[in-house]
Every structure is written in C-alpha cells, then in structure tokens.
C-alpha cells in the first residue's frame, strides 16, 4: 500500500532561516508525489510535485524539493523563511495504478518566528 | 475564473440528523474528491467519482453517501449513522482520476454537531 510520513508534526524556524519539512514514502513502485499548502481555514494549494521529469522540482513562493530514491524521500526546502510561509504543509502520493486518489501525510505546522 | 466551490462554509447539525455539503466546480475537470480533515491526521479520502454516475469509497466511506448527477456536482451527505462528523471537509477535483493530475481543492465546509 502506497503511504507518505511526515516527521514533526510541527516546526518552528526564524525568519530568514532555512525551512526543511520531510517527508517519506513507502512505495513499491515509481510514485508521484506533491507538496501542498493549507492556510488557516482554507482549502489546499499546490507547491509543487515531481512527476519523474526531474528529480529536483522546484514550486511556487521559493519552494523546491528533491525526490531521493534510495532514501525514499521527498523533502521540502526553502533558503529562507518569511512570515507569510506559516501554515500548515501537507506531502502526498499518488500511484499510476490502483486507485490512483491522493493519499496525504499527517502534515506538519510551520510556524516562523520574527 | 473557475474553481471549486463549496457551501456552506460552517454547518451546524444536531445529532441524528443527515445534512448534505455541496460541491460545484466549473472547471470541466472529470474527477472529484471528498475529503475529511481532523486535527494532526491529515486528510482522509471519503470518497471519489472518475465520472458521472460512477464513484467509489475511500478510506473513510461509512456514514457518507455521495451522488454525481451532473460533471459539475458532487455533493457529499453525512448521514447520522456517521459516529463522529465534526470535522473540516473538503472537495477537491482532478483533470482525470490518477498520473500526475494536481488537484484543485475548494474552501472546505466545517461541520460541527451540536
């Protein structure tokens, strides 16, 4: 069964700081995997996802992630924090067969501090 | 400009009743997605349609019923036979079912019973 893991389900960063949020899957064949974003009562938007292309994908608002085989991980980064990046981070997979319905993490809070 | 929206925003419910959350997109996207939102858990697929007239469960289907009549609509029912329903649900909508498609999420309906 296709499952991400995101550990921490919160972290805390300064402005200007780098951001590193993990995530990793457990998947038996090549996945697709996506980066969202959910600000407080809101719905989701897209980051970013990597879809075989390339192996270092970079999104919107500073974002990139690098998918790592061997590691079986799809981490997110960003240079340098601001404010506006606290909200909440989802990772989630996806596979080309089966039931092909995104499967999300737990998530994990960024919060950014001044 | 298109999107998904979802209403009502807030819903309150008193126990043993069934509510409806409603779903409509206007991006002429073939799938749609409900999801439920709980606090460190993620979001957890409900259910699903690939086209009109088809859908399937998720992980989470009992107590929910859904329909898709029209490729526009897909509006989710909570029946009272759903032990827990407090929760933030959301709708989401895909190009097609699977591969690489992102998804187009709405604003999300809480729903609280009181």
């Known amino acids: 069964a296709q499952s991400v893991t995101q550990l921490g389900s919160h972290v805390s960063v300064s402005e200007g700081a780098l951001v590193l949020l993990r995530c990793n899957y457990s998947?038996?064949?090549?996945?697709?995997l996506f980066w969202y974003v959910q600000y407080p009562n809101q719905g989701l938007q897209l980051l970013l996802k990597?879809?075989?292309?390339?192996?270092l994908v970079k999104g919107i608002n500073g974002f990139e992630a690098e998918f790592k085989k061997s590691e079986t991980s799809f981490h997110l980064t960003k240079p340098s924090a601001h404010m506006s990046d606290a909200a909440e981070y989802f990772c989630?997979?996806?596979?080309?067969?089966?039931?092909?319905?995104?499967?999300f993490g737990s998530g994990t809070r960024l919060q950014v501090q001044p | 400009d298109g999107g998904i929206t979802q209403s009502p925003k807030y819903l309150f419910r008193k126990e043993g009743q069934n509510v409806t959350l409603s779903c409509e997109q206007n991006?002429?996207?073939?799938?749609m997605y409900w999801y439920r939102q709980d606090p460190g858990q993620g979001l957890r697929l409900i259910y699903y349609?690939?086209?009109?007239?088809?859908?399937q469960k998720g992980d989470i289907a009992e107590g929910y019923s859904v329909s898709r009549e029209k490729k526009e609509s897909f509006p989710l029912t909570v029946t009272s036979a759903q032990k827990n329903p407090t929760a933030f649900y959301l709708c989401?909508?895909?190009?097609?079912?699977?591969?690489?498609?992102?998804?187009?999420f709405g604003s999300g309906t809480r729903l609280t019973v009181v």
């Open positions: 990597y879809t075989s292309a390339a192996t």
């Open positions: 989401a909508s895909s190009l097609q079912l699977g591969q690489s498609y992102g998804y187009t």
């Open positions: 991006l002429n996207h073939d799938a």
């Open positions: 349609s690939q086209i009109v007239n088809d859908f």
């Open positions: 989630a997979v996806i596979l080309d067969t089966g039931r092909r319905a995104l499967t």
């Open positions: 998947s038996s064949v090549p996945p697709y």
